[in-house]
């Protein structure tokens, strides 16, 4: 079905609505609001010329606009014949009106239903048979959908459309190609969108201020607003590009290209991540310089996530009460009756549901929008995972739904999906549990590799990934491509998430299981969890964590293990992360300077031991030996973050391994080597008279150098008094190597100087 026939599926009321917007763009504001009733046509009139039908010929005098939308159920074919033949009745009851004299000077058709030339012709024909010889036009859905290529605002008030278009010959096709990846994950989901009070307010603000920041609770619609945003800004040529992190933001900044970037859960999808905090407070500030009208930023959030976030970073110092007018508020007690109902009739109109289904939503619809539990997600399960899923379903002598049934699954709609995840194999569980590890969101070949490992430890005779992961998409999950064409692996919704985190929080053998097999990213995901708590223990219901000495004790054996195998260098980073946020929790609770490690303060240990491990397993020879694939520059950060811990820990000690990453920097380059022995040095581990021998010593006198050189060529118009403190300012640093190599920073200056000449 082409787009000028699905605009029908919009309702009558939105399309009232679209063709009131549409009038305003190609008439002017003048054209006054549509009355009449749904089945006999709507009108709306208008006084004064205008440019229409084009720019270089306008009419002018009275104007009369009929509206005549008929459901797209009925077929194209019997849509047609239904304005052919109620044309002329209803062109009638105008005449009826107004006498022959009397008659509008144009009068314009507007339907959504797409017409044939010869469709035309009869329409026009009907009309010249009545006695009407003035201006007649006829607007129909093909029309619309051009108007919808061509004006913005129409596009900005209705993405539903763009969720129902053929996008490519909507949007720039390059821009397509570039957005692809995000453009078909979201699209489907549009063609039900509401434009809400929030999406209006995101609207405004983003196009203002250039970032903003979606907060509130699940299933409120976080994600769905961005993604109309999304489609809007693609249709007028920007690219979607979806990231995580802001490293990837600079990664895929192209100064030169329009572009939107999208960070949903940019601080944790579940609870406050650390590493994602630290990392965007770092580089916000810097980030927020780069936005502009060709660049825009938004965020997603929970509330509580963003709150904790906060409290545990530097965003206020970067802007003051972040995020402050950034910020847009999306929550369902901001959604009013009439945008719920929408929402409700979006989803009922395009599910294809029985004939008793959509009785008993039109019998129940004001209870079901006025429901305490009413969220825009829950309304989409209703419709597309319960009761069009009972019409499949359903056997001749099966009972119909009742109101009853309706009532509970809004009640507790994770019900079905906890049958309907009690029924799957073993090895799809546990394909569902990994996904849990990565909290919902993971490299395709991450998952794959943490999924045949758990099956490994499990004792699986068969680990068919590729079978379970056919058999789990489109119900539990779903697969995206990031937009450098990673392969990610997500949960249908984040409600999903939610509710295998529940489900293993209320058994407890499932709960166990789950902590003795958990992977790296898991474990830490826990060690997230227990940080988080300590400042917000009313959340416990998104998190899984140990709460009992059974489960600490198998969460610290496989910690212990886990820790003494090879791991990623970020998971390092993020272990210490986690460490450093219980510690600065801690730290205020129990109004401490520093924690020592026998301090009996401390009512719950779990916490000392957990920190305890970690860097004990750390700083033991086999971390070096495990991990040896580590460049210099990965041990910089590793223990640039490790060393960090001494502000709050007293049992920080040197890796027995630290030798031999120091060996590493006779062979590395000497950018590398510089920076990993200031860090050494700044933390006295290391003897420099000793270490720095001749031949190290002239590589680096060469690296200095050159880089001065370098420097010079940049700065050689500069006045010399300039210079000298440009040359000062780049030994910042570095002067204790300067001295080691020059003998001072001015014998330095001095070699340069004679080598350019």
């Known amino acids: 079905m082409s787009l000028d026939f699905k605009i029908g599926t919009i309702g009558w009321h939105n399309f009232e609505t679209l063709v009131q917007t549409i009038l305003k763009c190609i008439i002017g504001s003048g054209v006054s609001t549509l009355g009449g009733t749904k089945d006999k046509g709507r009108d709306a009139s208008f006084e004064g010329k205008a440019n229409y039908p084009s720019e270089k010929t306008n009419w002018d005098g009275s104007w009369i606009f009929q509206v005549k939308y008929v459901d797209d159920a009925v077929g194209l074919d019997n849509a047609r014949n239904r304005v052919k033949y109620n044309i002329k009745n209803e062109f009638e009851l105008i005449i009826s009106r107004n006498n022959l004299e009397r008659l509008p000077n144009n009068y314009i058709l507007i339907t959504n239903v797409p017409l044939t030339a010869s469709n035309r012709n009869e329409i026009k024909d009907i009309i010249l048979d009545i006695g009407y010889n003035n201006n007649f036009a006829i607007i129909d859905g093909k029309e619309i959908c051009e108007f919808l290529r061509k004006y913005p605002v129409i596009r900005k008030s209705y993405p539903q459309l763009l969720g129902l278009a053929d996008l490519d010959t909507i949007i720039n096709r390059d821009v397509y190609l570039q957005s692809q990846a995000y453009m078909l994950d979201w699209q489907p989901k549009l063609s039900t969108f509401v434009k809400t009070s929030p999406y209006k307010e995101a609207l405004k603000k983003i196009a203002k201020n250039y970032f903003i920041v979606l907060d509130g609770p699940p299933e409120a619609g976080k994600s769905t607003i961005a993604a109309a945003l999304a489609l809007i800004y693609a249709s007028n040529g920007f690219q979607i590009i979806d990231i995580r992190n802001s490293n990837q933001f600079f990664k895929s900044y192209n100064k030169k290209e329009q572009q939107l970037f999208i960070s949903d859960d940019a601080v944790g999808e579940v609870f406050h991540i650390p590493v994602l905090t ?290 990623k260098s970020k998971l390092w980073i993020e272990f210490f992360s986690s460490i450093e946020l219980i510690a600065l929790n801690l730290i205020e609770k129990h109004e401490l300077k520093i924690i020592k490690n026998n301090d009996e303060k401390f009512i719950d240990k779990n916490y000392i031991k957990l920190v305890n491990i970690v860097i004990t397993k750390f700083i033991d020879a086999c971390t070096y030996d495990n991990n040896n694939d580590y460049s210099l520059y990965d041990w910089f950060n590793i223990l640039t973050k490790y060393f960090n811990l001494k502000k709050y820990f007293d049992n920080i000690s040197s890796p027995i391994f630290i030798k031999r990453i120091i060996d590493l920097t006779y062979s590395a380059e000497p950018k590398d080597s510089i920076k990993l022995c200031n860090l050494l040095y700044d933390y006295q581990h290391l003897d420099y008279k000793k270490f720095l021998n001749p031949e190290l010593k002239s590589r680096w006198g060469d690296f200095f150098i050159k880089r001065i050189n370098e420097l010079l060529e940049v700065i050689k118009d500069i006045p010399m008094e300039a210079c000298s403190e440009i040359w000062r300012h780049f030994g910042v640093g570095f002067s204790e190597w300067f001295f080691l190599i020059f003998g001072s920073f001015s014998a330095c200056c001095t070699e340069v100087t004679s080598k350019l000449k």
């Not at 770092?282 to 959030?301: A, C, E, Q, V």
């Not at 597309?384 to 699954?409: G, Q």
């Open 278 to 567: 630290e990392n965007w407070s770092k580089d916000l500030s810097g980030i927020l310089k780069f936005l502009n009208n060709k660049h825009f930023l938004i965020w997603t959030t929970r509330g509580y996530i963003l709150e904790e976030a906060i409290l545990n970073s530097k965003f206020n110092e970067i802007i003051d009460n972040f995020p402050g007018i950034n910020k847009v508020i999306v929550e369902v007690d901001t959604i009013s009756e009439i945008e719920k109902a929408e929402i409700l009739y979006n989803h009922a109109k395009l599910a294809n549901l029985s004939v008793e289904s959509k009785k008993l939503i039109r019998e129940n619809a004001n209870k079901i929008i006025r429901h305490p539990n009413f969220t825009p997600e829950r309304v989409r399960q209703l419709v597309n995972n319960f009761l069009l899923k009972s019409d499949e379903d359903k056997k001749s002598d099966d009972k119909f739904m009742t109101w009853e049934d309706i009532w509970n699954f809004l009640k507790n709609p994770g019900d079905r999906w906890i049958k309907a995840y009690q029924t799957l194999e073993k090895s799809q569980k546990n394909l569902l549990l990994t996904l849990l590890d990565f909290k919902g969101r993971g490299p395709l070949e991450d998952v794959k590799s943490s999924y045949i490992t758990r099956c490994r430890e499990l004792g699986f005779k068969r680990d068919n990934f590729v079978r379970n992961l056919n058999i789990l998409e489109h119900s539990f999950i779903k697969i995206n491509h990031t937009f450098s064409g990673e392969k990610y692996i997500n949960f249908q919704h984040p409600s999903l998430r939610d509710m295998l985190i529940k489900e293993i929080n209320e058994d407890s053998l499932i709960k166990l299981n789950y902590i003795k097999f958990a992977s790296a990213s898991g474990l830490k995901n826990i060690s997230d969890g227990l940080a988080f708590i300590i400042r917000n223990d009313k959340e416990k219901e998104h998190i899984i964590i140990p709460t009992n000495d059974e489960e600490f004790d198998i969460f610290f054996k496989r910690l212990s293990v886990i820790l003494s195998f090879s791991m």
